[in-house]
Nanobody, 121 residues
Framework: QVQLVESGGGLVQPGGSLRLSCAASGRIFSIGAMGWYRQAPGNQRELVATITGSGSTNYADSVKGRFTISRDNAKNTVNLQMNSLKPEDTAVYYC???????????????WGQGTQVTVSS
């Protein structure tokens, strides 16, 4: 069984910073890409940032230059450093991981339960 657990969400003022973390645990053989997505009320879930196993990153245009994704392969964690936060960044943030649970198996996508980020004065 695999679990992804996010942490680090909360309330922050506009212009402030937050750091989200996501730890994958359980029966994991290997992890490929990891990522962060977000969903605001009434909106569809959207990509925020992704990072491959080798460290290549991709960002949504709306967060480029403000957010930084990173990962620690030894700890099976992915982080999202969010700076210069705006009210429109308010959403539930979800991490995911494309991983295998045993040698030779196909990769499957796993999701965390989400963490709330609220940007408000």
């Amino acid at each position: 069984q695999v679990q992804l657990v996010e942490s680090g969400g909360g309330l922050v003022q506009p212009g402030g910073s937050l750091r989200l973390s996501c730890a994958a645990s359980g029966r994991i053989f290997s992890i490929g890409a990891m990522g962060w997505y977000r969903q605001a009320p009434g909106n569809q879930r959207e990509l925020v940032a992704t990072i491959t196993g080798s460290g290549s990153t991709n960002y949504a245009d709306s967060v480029k230059g403000r957010f930084t994704i990173s990962r620690d392969n030894a700890k099976n964690t992915v982080n999202l450093q969010m700076n210069s936060l705006k009210p429109e960044d308010t959403a539930v943030y979800y991490c995911n991981a494309d991983l295998t649970t045993r040698w030779g198996s196909q990769r499957s996508l796993y999701w965390g339960q989400g963490t709330q980020v609220t940007v408000s004065s």
